[in-house]
């Protein structure tokens, strides 16, 4: 059945550093793909997606990048802030109207 | 426009006693959902509308009831809560583009955090 696999938290980096988030699909078909963010406390908010294979999502500094051949969505950020401390979920839509999501990976960036 | 409300923002219920969540969004989106979400599970889908008199279930429906009058609203009931249902409820609304009848992205309220004791 569709499945998303993401990246087990949490994750804890330094101010600047590079963020790699891995997400994987199994779906079948070309689903759209997303990822949200949830802040403490707040419901969950769109930041990126992409509807087509090859496609690149990207806001706030954050990309990615739609990989059918590897069936993958990993989130990217050159440089992190503070303020990106969150919880991060990779989600994928078909045709059924629904979107699956991952189990969410928490990121905690220290000053 | 306010997006996709949810009231109330917290609640303690008693086991056995019943509730209704309720959510509102001022967007016209035909497709309206539930989910609950567990501490380090994810998201779970409860149940979900893709119209008004239109209801289906998601992965989690036991326990839960829902009706869609509106295009506004998708209320949520609990009938005879349990200590299972303590958890943090989100209410989410979403168009489509229609190209290929793929869902685009939802939109999601500020949730309802549940305790049963």
């Known amino acids: 059945g569709n499945s998303v696999t993401q990246m087990e938290g949490p994750v804890t980096l330094s101010e600047e550093a590079f963020l790699t988030i891995n997400c994987t699909y199994t779906a079948t078909g070309y689903p759209s793909l997303f990822w949200y963010v949830q802040y403490p406390g707040e419901g969950l908010q769109l930041l990126l997606k992409?509807?087509?294979?090859?496609d690149k999502g990207s806001n706030k500094g954050f990309e990615a990048t739609y990989r059918k051949e590897t069936t993958s969505f990993h989130l990217e950020k050159g440089s992190v802030q503070v303020s990106d401390s969150a919880v991060y979920f990779c989600a994928f839509g078909g045709s059924n109207y629904k979107l699956t999501f991952g189990k969410g990976t928490l990121l905690t960036v220290n000053p | 426009n306010a997006g996709v409300t949810q009231t109330p923002k917290f609640r303690i219920l008693k086991i056995g006693q019943s509730m209704t969540l309720q959510c509102t969004q001022d967007?016209?989106?035909?497709?309206m959902y539930w989910y609950r979400q567990d501490p380090g599970m994810g998201l779970k889908l409860i149940y979900y509308?893709?119209?008004?008199?239109?209801?289906d279930k998601g992965e989690v429906p036991n326990g839960y009831n829902v009706s869609r009058s509106t295009t506004e609203d998708f209320p949520l009931r609990l009938e005879l809560a349990a200590p299972s249902q303590t958890s943090v409820y989100f209410c989410?609304?979403?168009?489509?583009?229609?190209?290929?009848?793929?869902?685009?992205?939802?939109?999601f309220g500020p949730g309802t955090r549940l305790t049963v004791t």
């Open positions: 989410a609304s979403s168009y489509l583009l229609g190209v290929r009848d793929t869902p685009y992205e939802q939109y």
């Open positions: 992409a509807t087509k294979a090859d």
């Open positions: 967007m016209n989106h035909n497709y």
């Open positions: 509308s893709v119209g008004a008199g239109i209801t």
